[in-house]
Structure formats: structure tokens, C-alpha cells
């Protein structure tokens, strides 16, 4: 069993506790006095600096509060207890940056937890979240491990407006079930119905590349009444999102999907 220190949110305020963490529940003594079962769990969030929000399966939530050493271990102890798809596998996370390879990105031995909007890979020393709303394609591919090709799942996410792809390796059958969980936990990027037109569909891949407004216009040499329209039509897809007040834009994990589908079947 975890003692750890934590504030945690009750009745509108915060309240200092030590609360008990084990491999089945936590237990949070008054004035709160309570206990979460561990498969009760199906979500964590960390939307705010140092503050760790658990969600129940009744739709409950617990905000805890602490430094960051203690928020680690609690993370670790809840990922690999709570409710969520989980298996042992080694990870390269994030392996290629704009497509290039990164130089020290190195296989590394842990577990991958699937939770309700996240996919975390964890060491004892590392977790690193990646929300499933960033991912942009989930593929079985090959790669090179030990000199030899090896089934992979990769994994093309966003990260700080940069996409990033990551590896799993493990046993080919679980590989293969773990890649059909992702594709149906990622279910609603698919692309069916969200149509673009060659025009729409050339702007867009000009925002993906990195240009602006200005710099699309005097290429394509069109009115910016155009582009705004176009722009128009990748919000309201949600497709991409406003970047700056002068109406610049970054396309979101569904906007790099559908072009990185167009793409590929322009290619075939």
C-alpha cells in the first residue's frame, strides 16, 4: 500500500489528506471518506499544472492535487490498475518527427494502457500520454528491429502542432488486437463524408506544410475571400482550428488524417 499526500476538491474547496492506494481501491479518509475501487476508474485527465482528475464509470470525478513526484506514482499505480485495454510491449515513443527519424529514439520496455480518450506508454520512469483526439492514423507497418523486419503498430500523432508517429512491438497476435482496439477506439476520425473538393483539398494540404494565408494566396493567386471560405469549411468540419485572430489556421487530427488519406490515394 501508497500513502501520499494530496489536496483534494470537496464540496467547492480543498481539503488537505492523506489518501491509501493499493492494488484494488483508494482510499480517502473524512471528511471525504471514501473508497474507489481500481476497476471503477476508466479515465485520467491533467488538464491543469499538478492536478489529476480521476473519472468513475458512473461519471463521477475526484480532483486531486499534489507535487509532481506524488501525481507520478499515483498515475502509475492507477494506469496499471484501473480500467482500460493493457499490455506489456516495448515502445519507441515518439520515434519520427516530420518524418525524420529522431536520433535518439530508442526501444523501450514497459506497458501501453488505452484509457477512454488517452493511450499512455509507461516505464518506471516515463509516462507519456497521447490523446486519442491528436491521433491522426493508426497502421500495422514493418520495421527494423535487431536487423531484422518486425510487425509493428504505428501510431501518427499530433504533438505541439508537429506530427509525430510512435512504435509498438510485442507478439504479432497482439499486435493485431491491439491495433484493431485503436482503430475502434479512434473510430470517430474517420473520414466517411467529409468530402473536399480539389480546391479545398489543395489549401488544406498548403496549411499542413505550414503556410499561411498570405503565403496561399500569392501562390495559388486567389482572393482571400476564397481561402477564408475554405477555412470556413475546415472549421465547421472540425477539421481545423482558428491559430491566431486574423483568421490563420492549423489543421486538428482529423484535418492531417483526411489529407494524409488523400494522399495516399492519390499515390495508388
Known sequence: MVQAPVKIRHNDEWINCKISIDDDAIAIPAPVNTNI????IVDLQEK????LTLILKNGTTIQLLS???VLFVLKHKILMKCSGYRLLAHFMSPAIRGGVLITNATW???AIVVLKTDIWFLTQTKQICIPLADVTGIEMTKREVNEKPSDVVKIDH???NDVVSSFVLTQISTLQILHNFLAEA???MKMEGTELGPMDQQIAMLVYSG???SSIQNMLQIQFKEIDSVFEKLLKLNMAEVKEIRREIQLTAKGVRYITDATKAGTN
Open 186 to 188: 479512434t473510430e470517430g
Open 211 to 213: 503556410m499561411d494565408s
Open 67 to 69: 507535487v509532481e513526484k
Open 37 to 40: 475501487p481500481m476497476k471503477t
Open 158 to 160: 499530433l504533438e505541439k
Open 48 to 51: 491543469k499544472k499538478n492536478t
Open 108 to 110: 523501450e520496455k514497459g
